[in-house]
């Protein structure tokens, strides 16, 4: 049977020992920069190189995470940041930026490349292309089923990494909106400032004229804890994992203590140990285990996540609070001895040859997991003695000193002729030399090379028209609203419309494309934010009606659905794909990379300020300009958690210790849900410089808005998009996003 990996979390340099002690195959480890944990006691350069030489020293292998969004000014100096880890034998990274990927593709071919989950793959058709690009890992979403999971591992030939154990988002994969929206820290760039974890009521929801409100409060007064998962635990689903297609189990906490990782990581040791050595039959979960995971870390409780599970209330913590369980003290000191602490050394065979007229020799060896290392290094002649012949116990006594290296010399054998004189420098030089070169070796150091050719920068500026206005309703009554504007005046430059798949029957779809058109308008279809089975039979179910519709474009929210509906229209000549803002054009780089897979016309990114946005060249690109961001997609349902299941989607009410109203839909036909942001997403005041940038296309999002309320933002926004009029706010909870602070 394949071996599966126990891969573990290092946010540290002593993490990482426990974790290599304690049984792990490899670890994941951030760098100074880019990793998704930026608060984490990550190491520098010298400290992570010391880290992976003591990982593969004990044949263990090393990922390193550059999981975050890179700005433009950062990712220039990204090939530099790799390039010392990679001469130094890095084994892989994990990346989310398209960007990064392309350049690590480019610039470190035969270095693996693993997809991070923040990247939220959820089907086979897009971990098959990320395959083709030269991915040799995919972490899909956390979110995904078993069976979902099996299908990846039927389709493809990559290696499969799923989380089985530590701290779960809830929203999708970490993609998460609400830390930067609400306190500036992007989760995208490793500052998340877990505001999930907090406190909120949910409530029905009124119309007041043109807004939503508040209404009767549905969760219990001790159930607050509202987006606030249960640690993850799959030890009873192991042998499902693996029998799956699971090639490497996943343990997260690089914000952990050494202690925590050296005792989840030998907990899980030992129970794969167990699967693979005996079997189903044999496999069995002791209490006593689960005791010492919930004493290790315990937030709430445990959960076995989504394996066979799409969402549910056992797997939030609702009414907990971080507890400290009482410690087991001598199994706390067992790991600290045996795993923290304990620096281990590498015995290695040396054997020294030294004879007249001869160049001196040393060799060295070492086995390491069952594979064999060794070297051997040369030097100049030994010098005939004047005086005092050396003697063995002289040479050895130079070869012996091993120093701060991790080698220790267990035996040590030497030929050497009478009569002859060593010096000293002469033997230390030739053991370093050898040592030098044995770790080497064991590391699986390279040398760097620029790539002969530069990749073409392909254009993505592929409009014929520019400069006008796409408008994008969630809901049937926005959508007969915009008719009946259009209807009574064409002069908005409004050139584009498009509606959702899920809020708009199949059967209208015909109707509202045949309508629009009759205006002049192009009309594409918002497919779901979440693309997994529930989209894809849906699709399979309607897609005569689909194909009858006969939509401009699709705007794509997730490359498993650019990659299905490729698939099933069989071309996509006289469509156009527009990617939306979570597809990432975050730098110059990522750009080009979405282009390669296939997109006609990218989105802005909402995490920019309007300087940061200049340097990515937003001409040919559409921005979004108004409307209500969401914070977060989740696969759980908040009114599932609170009131049970009945199948019917509305719009619920979220409310924060601020007492802020955040609107949530739930998607019951895809079965997700969207947290909206209290604060609408407004550029009036900004109008002159959103429009300096010179996009092609200006977005209004219409998500929550009554009749009332699209009339008059289009007619707000028309003044200021179409005729260059100075508009005054008119929304009185209105945010500016990221235009103006950014984020860190």
């Keep these: 049977m394949k071996k599966t990996e126990v891969l573990a979390p290092a946010g540290s340099y002593e993490s990482l020992v426990a974790a290599v002690n304690a049984g792990a195959d490899a670890v994941y480890m951030g760098g100074s920069k880019f990793g998704a944990r930026a608060y984490a006691d990550n190491p520098d350069e010298d400290m992570f190189l010391k880290g992976l030489s003591y990982a593969h020293h004990h044949g263990v292998k090393v990922y390193m995470t550059v999981n975050t969004l890179l700005k433009e000014e950062e990712i220039e100096g990204l090939v530099e940041y790799i390039k010392p880890y990679y001469e130094?034998?890095?084994?892989?990274?994990?990346?989310?930026?398209?960007?990064?990927?392309?350049?690590?593709?480019?610039?470190?071919?035969?270095?693996?490349?693993?997809?991070?989950?923040?990247?939220?793959?959820?089907?086979?058709?897009?971990?098959?292309?990320?395959?083709?690009?030269?991915?040799?890992?995919?972490?899909?979403?956390?979110?995904?089923?078993?069976?979902?999971?099996?299908?990846?591992?039927?389709?493809?030939?990559?290696?499969?990494?799923?989380?089985?154990?530590?701290?779960?988002?809830?929203?999708?994969?970490g993609q998460c909106l609400m830390s930067s929206m609400i306190g500036g820290r992007s989760a995208n760039r490793g500052r998340c400032a877990q505001t999930c974890r907090l406190d909120f009521n949910l409530h029905k929801s009124k119309s007041e004229g043109e807004t939503l409100s508040a209404d009767e409060k549905i969760n219990s007064k001790n159930s607050k804890k509202l987006l606030s998962c249960k640690d993850l635990c799959s030890l009873d689903v192991l042998p499902d994992m693996i029998e799956a297609g699971v090639d490497s189990l996943k343990i997260e906490g690089r914000m952990k203590s050494a202690r925590y990782t050296a005792g989840v990581v030998s907990i899980w040791r030992k129970y794969v140990d167990l699967y693979l050595s005996k079997g189903r039959s044999a496999y069995e979960v002791k209490d006593a285990d689960r005791k010492r995971l919930l004493e290790l870390f315990d937030r709430g409780g445990q959960t076995q996540g989504y394996a066979y599970e799409h969402n549910g209330k056992d797997m939030i913590v609702l009414n907990e609070v971080l507890k400290k369980n009482k410690a087991d003290e001598a199994f706390f000191a067992f790991l600290d001895k045996t795993y923290v602490e304990n620096i281990k050394k590498i015995d290695i065979d040396v054997k020294a040859v030294i004879k007249k007229n001869k160049a001196m020799q040393l060799s060295l060896y070492t086995n390491i997991l069952g594979k064999d290392f060794t070297v051997s290094v040369d030097t100049l002649e030994a010098d005939e003695a004047k005086s005092r012949s050396a003697t063995k116990d002289d040479?050895?006594?130079?070869?012996?000193?091993?120093?701060?290296?991790?080698?220790?010399?267990?035996?040590?054998?030497?030929?050497?002729?009478?009569?002859?004189f060593v010096a000293n420098k002469l033997l230390n030089d030739l053991r370093r030399g050898a040592v030098d070169a044995l770790e080497a070796k064991i590391l699986g150091k390279r040398i760097y090379k620029e790539p002969e050719n530069e990749e073409k920068l392909l254009n993505i500026n592929t409009l014929e028209e520019k400069d006008f206005i796409?408008?994008?309703?969630?809901?049937?009554?926005?959508?007969?609203?915009?008719?009946?504007l259009l209807e009574k005046s064409k002069d908005t430059n409004i050139k584009e419309i498009s509606f959702e798949a899920d809020t708009v029957a199949p059967e209208l779809w015909s109707f509202y494309t045949n309508e629009f058109k009759k205006l002049g308008l192009k009309v594409n279809l918002y497919t779901p934010h979440i693309f997994r089975l529930h989209a894809k039979v849906f699709f399979k179910k309607n897609m005569d009606l689909l194909k009858a519709a006969g939509f401009d474009g699709y705007i794509i929210r997730s490359l498993e659905a650019a990659f299905f509906l490729n698939m099933v229209l069989g071309s996509k000549e006289d469509v156009n794909y527009i990617?939306?803002?979570?597809?990432?054009?975050?730098?110059?780089?990522?750009?080009?990379?979405?282009?390669?897979?296939?997109?006609?016309?990218?989105?802005?990114?909402?995490?920019?300020n309007i300087n940061e946005l200049k340097k990515i060249d937003p001409e040919g690109m559409e921005t979004l300009v108004y409307g209500r961001i969401p914070l977060m997609i989740s696969a759980q349902c908040?009114?599932?958690?609170?009131?049970?299941?009945?199948?019917?989607?509305?719009?619920?009410?979220?409310?924060?210790?601020?007492?802020?109203?955040?609107?949530?839909?739930?998607?019951?036909?895809?079965?997700?849900?969207?947290?909206?942001?209290?604060?609408?997403?407004?550029?009036?005041?900004?109008?002159?410089?959103?429009?300096?940038?010179?996009?092609?296309?200006?977005?209004?999002?219409f998500s929550t808005e009554d009749g009332t309320g699209v009339e008059r933002v289009i007619k707000d926004y028309v003044r200021a998009y179409t005729y260059k009029e100075n508009v005054s706010e008119t929304v009185a909870a209105h945010t500016k996003g990221h235009l103006k602070r950014g984020v860190e």
Excluded at 400 to 408: F, H, S, V
Excluded at 590 to 605: C, F, I, Q
């Design 638 to 701: 908040l009114k599932k958690t609170s009131t049970g299941c009945d199948k019917k989607s509305e719009t619920l009410i979220l409310k924060d210790r601020y007492n802020e109203d955040m609107p949530v839909k739930n998607k019951c036909t895809f079965c997700y849900n969207t947290i909206y942001n209290a604060k609408t997403f407004s550029t009036l005041s900004l109008s002159r410089q959103v429009m300096a940038l010179r996009p092609s296309v200006y977005r209004i999002w």
């Design 88 to 173: 130094s034998g890095l084994d892989a990274v994990i990346v989310q930026d398209l960007g990064v990927f392309s350049l690590v593709r480019k610039h470190f071919p035969d270095m693996e490349i693993h997809i991070s989950t923040q990247m939220s793959l959820m089907g086979e058709q897009e971990v098959l292309q990320f395959y083709k690009l030269g991915a040799s890992r995919v972490v899909p979403a956390r979110e995904l089923s078993l069976e979902e999971i099996k299908r990846i591992n039927e389709t493809c030939d990559i290696d499969i990494e799923c989380f089985v154990h530590g701290a779960l988002c809830y929203a999708y994969s």
């Design 470 to 484: 796409h408008v994008v309703c969630e809901e049937k009554r926005q959508l007969d609203t915009m008719l009946r």
């Design 579 to 608: 990617f939306d803002y979570n597809l990432y054009a975050f730098n110059s780089v990522s750009k080009r990379m979405l282009r390669e897979l296939g997109a006609d016309r990218l989105t802005l990114p909402l995490e920019l």
């Design 395 to 420: 040479i050895a006594k130079q070869l012996l000193k091993m120093g701060n290296t991790l080698y220790e010399v267990k035996n040590l054998e030497i030929e050497l002729d009478d009569g002859l």
